[in-house]
């Protein structure tokens, strides 16, 4: 199993930024796919999961009505649209999802939001 994130960056408060996540070594459309962040001195938190194929989602309060996440089972990919971005929400952002009895985790990608 292997998740690859893409899609941080620097971005000013207000803004907006998609992250991707590439999955392989599974058959993604079975399965539930999930985004994490962790900010520096912190826990790390769930921020929206969605379930598999036709599933439904469900997002951490602070992030309601701000994030989006969805799937492309065609491209083995889960995307997360942020919007409205606040300070707070900076943080490394990771991909996850549980199969055959493990957890498994993307590098993860850096999310900046600061003017």
């Known amino acids: 199993v292997q998740l690859v994130e893409s899609g941080g960056g620097l971005v000013q408060p207000g803004g907006s930024l998609r992250l991707s996540c590439a999955a392989s070594?599974?058959?993604?459309?079975?399965?539930?796919m999930r985004w994490y962040r962790q900010a520096p001195g912190k826990e790390r938190e769930m921020v929206a999961a969605?379930?598999?194929?036709?599933?439904?989602?469900n997002y951490a309060d602070s992030v309601k009505g701000r994030f989006t996440i969805s799937r492309d089972n065609a491209k083995n990919t889960v995307y997360l649209q942020m919007n409205s971005l606040k300070p707070e929400d900076t943080a490394v952002y990771y991909c996850?999802?549980?199969?055959?009895?493990?957890?498994?985790w993307g590098q993860g990608t850096q999310v900046t939001v600061s003017s």
């Open positions: 070594g599974f058959t993604f459309s079975r399965y539930a």
């Open positions: 996850n999802t549980w199969y055959g009895g493990n957890d498994y």
């Open positions: 969605m379930r598999s194929a036709g599933g439904g989602t």
